[in-house]
Each structure stands twice: as C-alpha cells, then as structure tokens.
C-alpha cells in the first residue's frame, strides 16, 4: 500500500483499552484519494473520538468547515459549510449487538489488525452536505447565485407549456384529426369506386 493515507489507517490491536482523539484536516489532497468523488475540494476539519474495547471499537466523527460544490440553481462553484457527528461501531467479536445510538455498525475479519477510517470519513463529510446546494442570499435578500448565468436558463413556467386539452376532443378524447383522416379515407373510397375492378376487390375484402 501506498505511503498516502496511511494517516488514515489505525492499527487497533496496538491500542490498550481507552479513548483517544485523533484530528484530520480535509483538502483536495483527501478527495483526490476517491475517484468520481462528487467533490474535488474543502477545507473540512475532522475530529474523531476512538474508544478501544476487547469487544469494539467505538468511533465518532465531529465535522465541520466549507465544501466547494456546484450550485444547484446556477451551476456556479462556491463554498458550502457542513457541519454534523456521526457514530461508528465496530464489531470485533461474535457476541456483540448494534447499539441504537449508532449510525453505522460493520464487521472486521478476526484476522485484520488495522482499519483503513478514510473511505468513513468521505462518506460522513458528504453526508454533511444539505440536500439542496444554493448559494446563500445576500444580506439584502436578494439571490447569492450569478445573475449572469441564472439568465442563460430558460424557466418553463405553466403559462409557456401548451395546452394539452387541445390535443384532444372536449368529451370523448379523439385526435382532432381524426375527422380530416375520415374525410380522406372517404375521398380516397370514392376514387377506388370508379375503377372497374373496386366491386371485385371490395368483395375480396370483405371475405377477409
């Protein structure tokens, strides 16, 4: 394995019986580890909380400091502040329970001696970000967003759609040109009829 990371990479059985607290800041060094990460960049500073037991380990994770993401209204790049506390427990032998405090619970190979926390921390930082990523508004309540590129989007608003009821009849929900297509039908009917042959073939037809 590769010397990046290792920070990351806690030898358990190492470790007495106890607490420890260990600090980890979060740059675009941390998110070049994970590919297609939806995010390249931060500035994210991570406290974690171990408590070491024969039967787990007890982890919390305190975040808190800005992402730079893309803005869901603009698309524009900018920072956004998380912030969250996150509880991991992991179990080290047969007879252990999920506690109800804690927000994940996994499992080691009774053969592992460390635990790699980075991938944890990637998902608990993203986690930290709110569901709908906008720019904040500005102090006299207009929007945060780039007016410039706000103006590049079209917004379809109800009165712009077309009106679908005049696809259709008003009652019974027929295409409006089905009554033209009748009319052709017929034209085309009375055009067949002149020919010498219409009658024969109008009966074939209609043996089918």
Not at 52 to 65: C, H, K, N, P, Y
Not at 192 to 206: Q, Y
């Amino acid at each position: 394995m590769s010397e990046k990371g290792q920070e990351y990479i806690i030898d358990y059985k190492e470790l007495e019986s106890g607490t420890y607290e260990i600090d980890y800041h979060i740059d675009k060094t941390f998110f070049e580890m994970f590919e297609e990460s939806m995010v390249s960049d931060g500035n994210v500073d991570v406290h974690v909380q171990l408590k070491v037991s024969i039967a787990a380990l007890q982890f919390r994770f305190d975040i808190s400091g800005t992402l730079n993401v893309e803005c869901d209204r603009c698309l524009e790049r900018f920072d956004i502040p998380v912030e969250g506390s996150y509880d991991m427990v992991v179990k080290l032998g047969d007879k252990n329970t999920p506690p109800d405090e804690a927000d994940d619970f996994i499992e080691l190979n009774i053969d592992e001696d460390t635990i790699d926390i980075r991938q944890h921390i990637y998902e608990y930082v993203i986690l930290s970000l709110p569901a709908r990523k906008v720019h904040p508004d500005n102090e006299d309540g207009t929007s945060g967003c780039n007016p410039e590129m706000l103006n590049k989007f079209v917004t379809i608003t109800d009165e712009d759609d077309y009106d679908d009821t005049s696809f259709y009849d008003d009652e019974e929900g027929d295409f409006d040109g089905e009554e033209e297509q009748q009319e052709e039908m017929e034209t085309i009917e009375e055009k067949l009829s002149k020919n010498s042959n219409w009658d024969k073939l109008k009966e074939l037809l209609n043996k089918v």
